[in-house]
């Protein structure tokens, strides 16, 4: 293992590469453009999710996100993505419980299993296509009638009257509290040695001869932090991060925007999917209703259209849940390559500069995996995985002689 490790970016990402290298006995330092995360803010599993902190965080995808785990499964799997997806499905219950073990931290891991929706030929159909593949996958879904769900989930009754709506059940799907899981790996990190400095700027990243170094901006004074090895996980940020990397036009961010109602009590027991939007309830009777997808460059922030279009969802879905009091909103910026496959390994021509970016809607579940893959990768070992369809190279513009 190269013993100094930087990690740019303190995401899910960052904080679980920078984790999953502290048990490897690596002395790591993660720098990150906004302040790291308190963790004693979400400490409890009682406490509810921050507007205020999630709006603090400048490029924050991670914080905003609802972490829900889809099904998954690694021994079945072969599209590099699903075994990426199926090898972090399979960590995470062990993970969460070392995190509260070492931390005390609850990240509200759950197997509430998800319900899948739909009600129009179209969305019908797709979710067919869905359910074909998870059953070459062996992943278990289960077609279930309205009246079942409608016994299952009472809320949904109104919508389950539909006479054109359908409806299946997975239930190995899970999810987790995002704040709490952050809030955990970040108190571990720091709970093994690794220093975490917010707030701070990074100017460039380099190696010359044998340094390697990561040049920061931190309260006004720039200064040098020289590595083994650089691990770059800056999400949409990440071409920005330096020249070096060449990936400025690598990454498109995606906006995405989430509500959180506070209904009291948990009256919702599994996550709802309907496309690509969701209601996922917490134990504490709070409920995320998500999502869009907008281009609209680095822009963070609601906006009331697609608020609106996000209370619709929930009348035509839930209309109980519409009268439930809205705690706060926020959004979230999700980092998109123009493949859809993450970016994971080496630089192609350094030899201590790696980059892991580029999850999309996925950063959550496949956090894990990537920082297993990560730190195989730079101790010289063989991941559990081929991680060469995430090469970083493709992802980087080609420059042409003219």
Same mark, same amino acid.
């Given at each position: ?48 999710? &921050?507007?205020?902190?999630? %709006? @603090?965080?400048?490029?924050?995808? $991670?914080?905003? #996100? =609802?972490?829900?785990?889809?099904? !998954? ?71 279930? &009638?309205?009246?079942?769900? %409608? @016994?299952?989930?009472?809320?949904? $009754?109104?919508? #389950? =009257?539909?006479?054109?709506?359908? !409806? ?71 071409? &920005? ?162």
């Amino acid at each position: 293992m190269k013993e100094k490790v930087i990690v740019v970016g303190a995401g899910a990402i960052g904080l679980s590469i920078a984790y999953e290298l502290c048990q490897r006995g690596a002395q790591v330092t993660v720098v990150d453009r906004d302040q790291v995360f308190d963790s004693r803010a979400s400490s409890t599993s009682s406490s509810t999710y &921050s507007g205020s902190a999630v %709006a @603090t965080r400048r490029s924050a995808s $991670s914080w905003a #996100a =609802s972490g829900i785990l889809p099904p !998954a499964n690694f021994d079945s799997a072969t599209d590099p993505i699903d075994q990426l997806r199926g090898y972090s499905h399979r960590l995470f219950p062990r993970w969460a419980d070392q995190l509260r073990q070492t931390t005390g931290i609850d990240c509200q891991l759950e197997r509430c299993g998800g319900w899948y929706l739909a009600d129009t030929p179209g969305e019908i159909a797709a979710m067919m296509g869905m359910v074909n593949y998870w059953q070459e996958l062996a992943i278990e879904c289960e077609a279930k &009638s309205l009246a079942e769900l %409608a @016994t299952k989930e009472p809320l949904l $009754s109104p919508w #389950a =009257s539909s006479a054109k709506a359908k !409806a299946w059940w997975v239930p190995d799907e899970y999810q987790i509290r995002t704040p709490s899981l952050l809030a955990a790996l970040t108190a571990a990190c720091q709970a093994n040695g690794a220093e975490l400095i917010g707030g701070a700027n990074v100017i460039d990243v380099d190696e010359t001869g044998a340094s390697t170094h990561v040049t920061i901006d931190h309260t006004g004074k720039r200064s040098k932090l020289i590595a083994d090895a650089i691990v770059v996980c800056g999400g949409s940020w990440t071409g &920005s991060v330096a020249a070096r990397l060449k990936l400025s036009h690598s990454l498109i961010p995606i906006r995405g925007q989430i509500l959180l109602l506070d209904m009291g009590h948990r009256q919702l027991s599994g996550v709802i999917n309907f496309g690509n939007r969701y209601l996922v309830p917490r134990q504490n009777g709070s409920v995320l209703v998500g999502s869009c997808e907008e281009e609209v460059g680095h822009q963070h922030g609601t906006t009331p259209s697609i608020l609106a279009d996000l209370r619709e969802f929930i009348r035509n879905v839930c209309p109980e849940l519409a009268r439930a009091t809205q705690i706060t909103a926020w959004s979230g910026l999700r980092p998109m390559t123009f493949d859809g496959f993450p970016m994971i390994g080496k630089l192609p021509d350094s030899d201590a500069i790696y980059v892991a970016s580029g999850h999309y809607r996925s950063g959550i579940h496949l956090a894990p995996a990537t920082a297993v893959c990560i730190a195989d990768t730079i101790e010289g070992a063989t991941p559990p995985l081929s991680i060469q369809p995430f090469a970083v190279g493709k992802q980087q513009q080609q420059t042409t002689a003219c």
